[in-house]
Nanobody
Framework: QVQLVESGGGLVQAGGSLRLSCVVS????????MGWIRQAPGKEREFVAA????????VYADSVKGRFTISRDNDKNTVYLQMNSLKPEDTAVYYC??????????????WGQGTQVTVSS
């Protein structure tokens, strides 16, 4: 079984930055591709970013490209999402997720509990 725990969410003004972290335990972290998915109130889940197990490949949603950066530290079993130039429309619950396959879908077998990000205008 894989456990994922996110942290780093909060309230920030538009134009500000936050860094989300997700610590993974239970299995070999480096064997998993990791993703960040978000869900705003009343909306469907939205893919944000994904990173391959090695970190060599990364993909982003068009809505966050150039503002968000996904990274991972396999020695610390942690994946990060650096979010810059935040906009009110980035407000959502952000989930990290793990899968054996690297992809940009919203379907993942393993999920964290989510962390709230609120961007005020």
């Amino acid at each position: 079984q894989v456990q994922l725990v996110e942290s780093g969410g909060g309230l920030v003004q538009a134009g500000g930055s936050l860094r989300l972290s997700c610590v993974v335990s239970g299995r070999t972290f480096s064997s998993y591709a990791m993703g960040w998915i978000r869900q705003a109130p009343g909306k469907e889940r939205e893919f944000v970013a994904a990173i391959s197990w090695s970190g060599d490949s990364r993909v982003y949603a068009d809505s966050v490209k150039g503002r968000f950066t996904i990274s991972r530290d396999n020695d610390k079993n942690t994946v990060y999402l650096q979010m810059n130039s935040l906009k009110p429309e980035d407000t959502a619950v952000y989930y990290c997720a793990a899968d054996s396959e690297y992809h940009r879908r919203t379907e993942y077998p393993y999920w964290g509990q989510g962390t709230q990000v609120t961007v005020s205008s």
